[in-house]
C-alpha cells in the first residue's frame, strides 16, 4: 500500500513539477518575444530578488508546517498557521520596505525600479503561498503544492499575458508584472479557501504544542538562506574569475547537468510526508529512503545517458568549444547523480528532527565553498571551478548521508515507544 501511495504521489508530483518547469520556460519565452531579451535579464533579476526575500521573511515555517501536519493529521493546524502566517507576513512587509530602500540608494536603472516596487507588492501573497504548500505536502497533496510553487505562477502569468496580447495587444514588462502580482494574489485566496476547507472537514481543532513545533524554523531558515547565498556566490565568484566563454560555457553544462537531477524535486516532496510521519520508526524510514533514493537515481541514471547520447547535438545548438564542454558536462551530470543518490538525506533530516545537524553541514560546505570556487576557477578556468563544485556537493551530501545511516542502522524498529501509530 505504501509502495503504491509513493508511486502515485511520485508520478503526480513528477506531472506537475513537469508543467511547472514548462511554465517556467514560456514566460521567459513570452516576454522576450514580446519585449526584447533585455526584458527578460529585467525581469528575470526582479524576480530573484523577490524570492530571495521570500525565502528570508518565511523563517523556515514552511517545513515545520510540512512536518508538523504530517505527524499531527490535518484539522488540528488552523490556530498554528495563522500565527505562522501573521509572523511571516509582517515580515514580508519589513523585508520589502527594506529592498525598496536598497534599491533606491544604488545605481539601479529606472525601468529595473519599477519593475521591481510591482513585483514586491506580491511578496505577502508569495511567503503565504509558501506556508500553504509546506502545509499540502505533509497533508499529502505534493502535486498541488508543486503546481502552485513559481515555475506554477509563472506558467498562470504566461496565460494572463497571451489572454491579454489576443484581446488589447503588445503587453510592456510594466503589465506583466502586475499580472505576475495579480496571479499571486490570485493564488494565494485560492489556497487559503481550499486549506480553511481541508482543516474544518477533519478533525475539531486540538491543542499543538506550538513553541516545540516552531523550534527548528531558525535552523531552517538558515539553511534555506545559506543554500540561496552559495548559488549566488557561485554566480557572482564565477563573474570574477571566469571569461565570458568559460560562464557560457558553465551555465550551459550545469543547466544540462540538472537535468538529469529533476527527480530529486519530485521525490522530496513526496517523501517528506512519510518521513514525518513515521520519524519513530526505522524499518519504514529505511524503506522510504530506498524508494525514494531509488526513483531519483534510476531517473537521474536514465536521463543521464539520454545527454551523454546526445551531447554533441545539444552542445552544437549553442555553439562554443565542444570538447570543453563536454567536459564540464560530464562533471555536473557525475554530481547530478551523486546527488539523486544521497540528496533525499537532507528530508529526512529535516522532518526527524535532525536540522541542527543539517545547517551546520550546510553553513560549513557553504563557507568552504566561496574560496574552493574562487581558487578553483584561477587554478583551473572553467573546469577548475567545475571540480570544485562537485567536490563542495560530495563533501556536503556524504556527511548528512553518513548521519542518516547512523539514524536508520540503529537497533530496534522504532525509536519512540510512545509514537502513535497508523
Known sequence: ?????????????????????????????????????????????????LHFSMIFSRYGFDKVLTRTVARMGKGNMLRMLRNYLLRSIIASFAVMLAILIIANLTDISQGRMEVLRLLMLGLPFLVGISLFTGYLMGAGHPAIAALCETGGLAGLTTVAIALMYWSVGPVSIIAISVLYTVICLFVFTALFLLVRRMERRNTPETPV??????????????????????????????????????????????????????????????????????????????????????????????????????????????????????????????????????????????????????MRTVVMTFLLAMPSYYFGGLAGGAMGFAIAYLLILVLKNSIIFLRVLQILSGPGADMDANRKTG
Open 1 to 49: 500500500m505504501t509502495h503504491n501511495k509513493f508511486l502515485i504521489g511520485f508520478i503526480g508530483a513528477f506531472i506537475a513539477r513537469g508543467m511547472a518547469a514548462v511554465g517556467s520556460l514560456a514566460l521567459s519565452v513570452i516576454i522576450a518575444k514580446l519585449n526584447g531579451i533585455s526584458d527578460v535579464g529585467v525581469f528575470s533579476f526582479c524576480l530573484s530578488v
Open 209 to 358: 504544542q506550538q513553541a516545540q513545533s516552531t523550534e527548528g524554523a531558525k535552523w531552517f531558515w538558515i539553511v534555506a538562506n545559506a543554500v540561496f547565498l552559495s548559488q549566488a556566490g557561485a554566480l557572482v565568484i564565477g563573474g570574477m574569475v571566469l571569461s565570458d566563454i568559460d560562464v557560457g560555457h558553465l551555465r550551459l553544462a550545469e543547466r544540462l547537468g540538472l537535468m538529469a537531477g529533476f527527480a530529486l524535486t519530485v521525490t522530496d516532496p513526496v517523501v517528506a510526508r512519510f518521513f514525518a510521519r513515521d520519524y519513530g520508526n526505522r524499518i519504514l524510514l529505511k524503506r522510504h529512503f530506498m524508494l525514494a533514493s531509488g526513483f531519483a537515481t534510476l531517473f537521474a541514471l536514465t536521463i543521464s545517458i539520454i545527454i551523454i547520447f546526445f551531447n554533441d547535438r545539444l552542445l552544437d545548438l549553442v555553439g562554443g568549444d565542444a570538447e570543453i564542454g563536454r567536459a564540464l558536462l560530464y562533471v555536473y551530470l557525475a554530481g547530478s547523480v551523486f546527488n539523486a543518490m544521497t540528496g533525499t538525506s537532507s528530508m529526512l533530516l529535516s522532518m526527524t528532527g535532525n536540522e541542527k545537524f543539517l
